[in-house]
């Protein structure tokens, strides 16, 4: 009599821990491809920008151009999202929290940099929120916004994708130096991030990863300084024409992408690409 | 960050140190009245069938003090957060539990559900998104109830008590039997359950050389 009680009592175990194991798998899978998508956007938003830049665009069309076609992409993560609502409803969510989260992040890294390219300032949690619920949502409450969010955003998910933010701008930061008009943007890039990594100091011993990021945003920053550097010292040697000093910041930019080796491939790249179009010139 | 935006995120983090200071105070409480359980639970090694009784009902009180724990930390976890913070204090249910198991089967040799464990602790069914027993915790308990029964199979014959390794062996199979059923992902669950073969050849030593020497009449499998 006890043995079958302990049967139909593990039988139960058994499917609530399959059913816990599954979803788990489901959401891990999920939260890859997000991830996967997030990442696509990112490399399309440096592209857009990098050929606006041959076009001779100004930067803030050029970034809302941009920002524009990276939008129906964004748009595409949302709609997974939204498909993952009943799989994170009620206390759920923070069960599968550390699943979701990895996606999560990258989603609002890309979602960042969009939104900084078009408006030139950092998203701020509410904007970030409201890209999560359903378009009824946002005009039902714009002020009440938690009850229509697919699943509870979490400020360290906010924090920790702006955070990588910071590591796309140096990119976006130092592949456009050599550009016209790329120096300006370069320093108002330098600026930005510093206030991102002061805003984000204070709250470190909240969150374990953020402060682990901040080291990578020194290192970002530190190398958009040093570009900045170069260029003052290099044109205060000479007294070059703007056009002149774009060859010789190519040049040493080209330094820093051998000695960096995280990067050294996307520069590379653009490297050859920038020559090419000086040829044209 | 415009100084709004920043002030509105400290704050948000702010909150959730407070909240976890909050649910550390009570799970400080339980845990000391948990270490009173086990102090008093240890002394069944040691503790003769006729006086186990009186010994189980001087612990009794003490485990269901740790309702007041659940029911605070009920009161103070927002909403569908009862996965965010349970890490907090896990392992002092799992301590809990692990004794109202250890109670019951001296008492009744019968095992306690896992409806029964919960009730044992005053977790109520409409509090489940803020403060439930989950089956992980409850099967954590268990583990550590057949590792502690393996060493009460020894120290029981020690006491002249036979009968109690065979009844322990019976019981920790049938255990085990429905551990086996579970599909255990590579985790603390899983390398604890590994483990339980130990027990259990420990236990069936026991049973093996009271039998041998008639000390204690060995049921036929059933």
Known sequence: M????????????????????DRRERLIKASRDITNLAKKTIFLLHRLVQEADGRELDDLTAGKKASQQAYPKLREIQDLYAKLQPELQGDRFWRYQRQVSPGLQEYIEALSFAHYLEHGSLITFEEVQ???????????????????????????????????????????AISGIARRGGRNKASGVCAFVRGCKADFERMTPYIRELSK?????AQSLEKIEDAAYAIVVRSSEYDLSPEMLDDIVANSISSYSDNSPETRQTFGRRRQADHSDDDDD | MDSNELE??????????????????????MDKKTRTIIGILNR??????DAMPALLDSVRPVLLGCRDTTSALAAIIPRNQFWRWKDLWSNSIRTAIFAALLIEYLSTRGLLTIAEAAETLGIREEWSDRMTLPVEDYLHSLISLVNELSRLAVNAVTLGNFEEPIRISIFVKDLFAGFSMLNLK?????????????????????????????LAEVPKES
């Open chain 2, 8 to 29: 509105k995120i400290n704050n948000l983090l702010d909150r959730d140190v407070e909240l976890r200071e909050k649910i550390k105070e009570q799970v400080n409480e």
């Open chain 1, 213 to 217: 990021k901040q080291a990578v945003t």
């Open chain 1, 2 to 21: 006890p043995t079958t009680n302990i049967v139909t009592i593990f039988d139960n175990f058994r499917a609530e821990i399959d059913d816990h194991n």
């Open chain 2, 44 to 49: 069944i090694h040691s503790t003769p069938l």
């Open chain 1, 130 to 172: 409201r890209t999560l619920m359903d378009s009824q949502g946002v005009e039902v409450c714009l002020r009440q916004v938690c009850s229509a969010l697919y699943f509870p955003l979490t400020v360290s998910d906010y924090l920790l994708g702006l955070s990588d933010l910071t590591g796309e701008l140096m990119r976006f």
């Open chain 2, 186 to 214: 590579n985790d603390t669950l899983r390398r604890r359950f590994d483990s339980l073969k130990y027990d259990l050849k420990k236990i069936e030593e026991v049973v093996y050389d009271v039998s041998l020497r008639k």
